[in-house]
């Protein structure tokens, strides 16, 4: 069942479209995961279905045209649209993200500062550094788990490209941390649960960098993300509260970290697809820029993002009470076949000659960067992606031994069951 644009219809969209015969289903989504969403589209003949979770009635939608919908500025808030735990462990209140109107667009203006072309090069820079020095000692370890180390590179890196003194860093613990975070996001029991108690030691950690930095205690260089978040002022011209500028900061790094999701299902896909690890190695840039948004687009990242509407809106000939919880399921367009033929494949030639309209692949969102909620750090993810599995097709000589490298779309943020273990070969002399 589907409507246009043009159809007259002008019904309450719980009225209008198909609704699941489960009373409710919370764990038919906990166990089923990313394909919770498609499976219920294909099984009502929609692509907008309403549902019960948690107890609320919530309008789930899907598709390009439902992105161009979800992402239109203004129309939606993010307040009240995630469950609380995972909005604490991924944002917090009053980060950018949980803004409206004019407070978001000033606060995810200066965000945006931070992802400018020579901000992600000196970002790629600092990660070329640390992941050198990762391969280094890799092969005095007899196995290396690929998941764990990319984490390491990337908190590190993050920590030196935010300015972070190195005697602020413990590297192993916060990557611990931002690493909790984002697992425990998808989840509503013992994940979810230590994800926020190692939180609440990164947001002290946090907090004591911003007020380090407003005595004058710590000087990180001028423009960089922790001068700029602890300096920062709101639309009226005051500083950022401590708590919360300590959370931005937190937003900046741990996004980065969780961009390890990414590199380890590229090098999954260079071990599926080893035809492609030629052309990554030499550094065709086409090359590299087509795999990793198929990367992108194929494998799981977040299944599914929320908003409750902001001001009454029709669509479809339905119309979207204000506070009505929509659901968009990000996985299930990226592998929409209206969109993306044959969208199972893994195919990065499909990425050769691709012009997005900001609503196809929506891995992290879509619509505009600074008037919508799309991830700043898009741009910043696609060149760590291109720069890592780079410098493991070119400078790394390992194999892949047996081990269990499933992908269970049932757990939610997923990843190889292995963690992808490779053995590196002692350098040659």
């Not at 937190?250 to 970290?257: Q, S």
């Not at 960067?369 to 000589?397: F, I, N, W």
């Amino acid at each position: 069942m589907s409507f246009s644009d043009n159809q007259s219809l002008h019904v309450p969209v719980e009225q209008g479209v198909p609704r699941t015969r489960s009373l409710d289903s919370t764990l038919k989504l906990l166990s089923e995961g990313y394909p919770f969403f498609q499976r219920r589209c294909a099984e009502l003949d929609t692509d907008v279905f309403t549902t019960r979770l948690m107890g609320r009635r919530a309008v789930c939608v899907s598709g390009h045209e439902a992105a161009r919908m979800f992402w239109q500025p203004n129309r939606f808030t993010r307040r009240g649209a995630i469950p609380p735990t995972t909005l604490m462990l991924l944002q917090d209140v009053g980060s950018a993200q949980t803004l409206d109107g004019e407070d978001h667009r000033h606060r995810k203006a200066m965000m945006m500062s931070l992802q400018t072309p020579g901000d992600r090069a000196r970002m790629v820079t600092i990660a070329q550094e640390e992941w050198r020095a990762h391969f280094a000692r890799w092969p005095t370890l007899r196995r290396v788990t690929l998941f764990d180390e990319t984490e390491s590179v990337l908190c590190a890196a993050a920590c030196r490209w935010a300015g972070i003194p190195p005697s602020h860093i413990d590297r192993p613990r916060l990557a611990q941390e931002f690493s909790a975070m984002i697992d425990g996001a998808g989840n509503v029991f013992r994940r979810t649960m230590r994800g926020l108690l190692l939180r609440r030691r990164t947001e002290a950690w946090a907090k004591g960098l911003i007020e380090a930095v407003r005595a004058g205690q710590v000087a990180p260089e001028p423009g960089s993300p922790l001068a700029v978040i602890a300096r920062h002022r709101d639309r009226d011209e005051q500083p950022l509260g401590v708590d919360i500028a300590a959370n931005e900061l937190i937003n900046v790094l741990r996004p980065v970290v969780a961009v390890a999701r990414f590199i380890v299902f590229g090098a999954h896909a260079m071990h599926e697809y080893p035809e492609w690890r030629p052309r990554i190695a030499t550094g065709d840039d086409a090359a590299l820029t087509a795999f990793a948004q198929e990367v992108r687009r194929c494998y799981p990242f977040f299944p599914a993002v929320g908003g409750r509407v902001l001001n009454a809106f029709v669509w479809r000939g339905l119309h979207f009470a204000e506070g009505t919880w929509v659901l968009f399921d990000m996985h299930g367009t990226n592998h929409d076949p209206r969109l993306w033929p044959e969208p199972q494949r893994f195919k990065p030639e499909r990425f050769m000659a691709w012009q997005s309209d900001s609503f196809d692949l929506v891995p992290q969102g879509g619509g505009d960067y600074l008037t919508g909620h799309r991830c700043p750090g898009e741009a910043m993810t696609v060149d760590l992606v291109k720069t890592a599995l780079h410098l493991l097709a070119s400078e790394v000589v390992y194999t892949v031994p047996r081990q269990d490298l499933s992908i269970d779309l049932s757990r939610m943020p997923t990843g190889p069951a292995s963690r992808f273990q490779i053995e590196v070969a002692p350098p040659v002399r």
